[in-house]
T-cell receptor
Framework: GAVVSQHPSRVICKSGTSVKIECRSL??????MFWYRQFPKQSLMLMATSNEGSKATYEQGVEKDKFLINHASLTLSTLTVTSAHPEDSSFYIC?????????????FGPGTRLLVL | GQNIDQPTEMTATEGAIVQINCTYQ??????LFWYQQHAGEAPTFLSY??LDGLEEKGRFSSFLSRSKGYSYLLLKELQMKDSASYLCAVLDSNYQLIWGAGTKLIIKP
């Protein structure tokens, strides 16, 4: 159980375009989802915490107008990188809490590798 | 501030045992997680400790001492596929996950 999917797995785009990444919990309802970014050989960096039906909470230094997060349902959260630039190239990973007996465990999606040219 | 320390890199031999240590200083404690992350992939959940002691799960075991702010992940009968980064993370008093930088484990034949 506790499967999280992400789409797309890889995207290449031109500078200035917007990219949407979807995160879905496939076999459970996720009241809370998290978005991380990971640069090569570095640890995970939490970008924002997303709760269903409310605005996302962004970490310090993360521009909320650039990284738009929508948690439309208990199984879907989206991250839109607006006007992407080469420095936004990174590995974006979502995770979700099940909210059940292992409520605090985060299960990760497979990640989306973004390359901005 | 909040801090999690783990070694940057470790090397071990196939078939052997390795222990990866993690020490933490956080504002509150609601549990400690270990995740495995292969290169280019997302982390996968290994273990969760909230009480002192050893939790065994197959070849992997995780130990916690809250009084010492210390945990370790023990991997037995190492296999080549165990080559990965191992991430220690602590859930603080606000139920935020604080991540360590990860330990890259290299397994040699």
């Amino acid at each position: 159980g506790a499967v999280v999917s992400q789409h797309p797995s890889r995207v290449i785009c031109k500078s200035g375009t917007s990219v949407k990444i979807e995160c879905r919990s496939l076999d459970f309802q996720a009241t809370t989802m998290f978005w991380y970014r990971q640069f090569p050989k570095q640890s995970l960096m939490l970008m924002a915490t997303s709760n269903e039906g409310s605005k996302a909470t962004y970490e310090q230094g993360v521009e909320k107008d650039k990284f738009l997060i929508n948690h439309a349902s208990l199984t879907l959260s989206t991250l839109t990188v607006t006007s992407a630039h080469p420095e936004d190239s990174s590995f974006y990973i979502c995770s979700a809490r099940t909210g059940t007996i292992d409520a605090e465990t985060q299960y990760f999606g497979p990640g989306t590798r973004l390359l901005v040219l | 501030g909040q801090n999690i320390d783990q070694p940057t890199e470790m090397t071990a031999t196939e078939g052997a045992i390795v222990q990866i240590n993690c020490t933490y200083q956080t504002s509150g404690f609601n549990g400690l997680f270990w995740y495995q992350q292969h290169a280019g992939e997302a982390p996968t959940f290994l273990s969760y400790n909230v009480l002192d002691g050893l939790e065994e799960k197959g070849r992997f075991s995780s130990f916690l001492s809250r009084s010492k702010g210390y945990s370790y992940l023990l991997l037995k009968e190492l296999q080549m596929k165990d080559s990965a980064s191992y991430l220690c993370a602590v859930l603080d008093s606000n139920y935020q996950l604080i991540w360590g930088a990860g330990t890259k484990l290299i397994i040699k034949p």
